[in-house]
């Protein structure tokens, strides 16, 4: 059994206070009008960064047939018999296909999941499952539709940091691409309703797509579990660990988890955004200054998987506290 949960603090701990929050949509779109327009979008993309860490996109581009397809290939593969999902069982996080069901990672609690980069798509696809047959073609159309979204965003989100639209350009579209496609079983009155504990994401953005309900996010400014609603056609995005350094702590990583659904089991496909591997990622220095010393100590995507790897008992997990300085 997980024993994350020992990373948060108590307040942080199931609450029966769950309500549903006021949540910043963000009209994708609204980014390439006119320079006013793109403007108040700036502006709010970076408010809802600064003061929850998390929102939802809509007239993002992506069609729901796109998104319909994709959560079809991700549910088809996990009905595959086990023994094929198990042929992309490894403990070896730096593998490019990782399955498994149970708790190794020390935070799935009652989730499968497969992990795979998607970008660039032409060099990982061809270690990606085979079955489903649809499996490649759909999660490869949604990969390379979603990456494009979180560059976007990503430019609003440095312009609103008033870095400027083009800073670290380069270093985004070289970057990397996580997908973690979960899946987490209908909730049965006996067993635990939390499929996946608390913790952050390591990188910039996560871009979440899901079946249905289960997701939560600690309220900044309350501490406490709220339950996200998913908007129809909407994709819901979250500051990461890295953002978090990038903005020297202007913009805070959120903890979230996932619960199991009553009603369904659930499906869900996390875009995470980064650098390339061993691109480090600093406190930018137009954020540093004497009254704002660097907080973080630079750190990478490798750096990453290996405090992972190094803390797979759970004791220090939190990456974001070992970047502390
Ligand atoms: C993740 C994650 C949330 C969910 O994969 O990192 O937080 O709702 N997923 O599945
Ligand atoms: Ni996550």
């Not at 993309?45 to 079809?72: P, T, W």
């Not at 953002?243 to 995470?272: D, Q, Y």
């Amino acid at each position: 059994m997980s024993d994350s949960s020992r990373t948060v603090p108590p307040e942080l701990l199931p609450s029966e206070d769950l309500h549903p929050l006021p949540m910043p949509v963000i009209n994708l779109g609204h980014l390439s009008l006119d320079s006013a327009t793109r403007y108040r979008v700036v502006d709010d993309v970076a408010k809802a960064c600064r003061d929850l860490g998390y929102f939802q996109v809509i007239n993002h581009g992506i069609s729901q047939s796109v998104m319909d397809c994709a959560l079809e290939a991700a549910s088809d593969f996990f009905k595959l018999p086990n023994e094929t999902k198990e042929k992309f069982a490894s403990e070896d996080l730096r593998r490019p296909v990782r399955y498994d069901t149970s708790s190794k990672d020390s935070i799935s609690m009652s989730r499968a999941f497969l992990k795979h980069y998607a970008h660039p798509l032409s060099e990982w696809i061809q270690y990606w499952p085979q079955q489903p047959p649809i499996y490649r073609k759909y999660m490869g159309k949604y990969a390379s539709e979603v990456r494009m979204v979180a560059l976007q965003l990503m430019e609003a989100i440095v312009e609103g940091l008033g870095l400027g639209k083009e800073y670290l350009n380069e270093k985004f579209h070289e970057g990397s691409q996580l997908l973690s496609v979960n899946c987490y079983a209908k909730a049965s009155q006996s067993a635990t309703t939390i499929g996946l504990a608390p913790h952050s994401d390591y990188g910039f953005l996560t871009i979440l797509l899901t079946s249905c309900g289960g997701l939560e996010v600690v309220d900044p400014s309350s501490n406490i579990w709220t339950r996200v609603q998913q908007l129809p056609h909407a994709l819901h995005v979250q500051i990461g660990d890295h953002m978090e350094v990038l903005s020297n702590g202007r913009m805070k990583t959120v903890v979230h988890r996932a619960l199991l659904n009553p009603e369904e089991a659930r499906i869900s496909i996390a875009s995470i955004h980064g650098f390339a591997l061993h691109e480090k990622v600093t406190c930018a220095k137009e954020l540093v200054d004497e009254e704002n010393p660097p907080k973080y100590k630079e750190s990478s995507f490798s750096d990453f998987l290996d405090h992972l790897t190094a803390n797979m008992d759970n004791k220090h997990r939190n990456f974001l506290e070992s970047l502390r300085m």
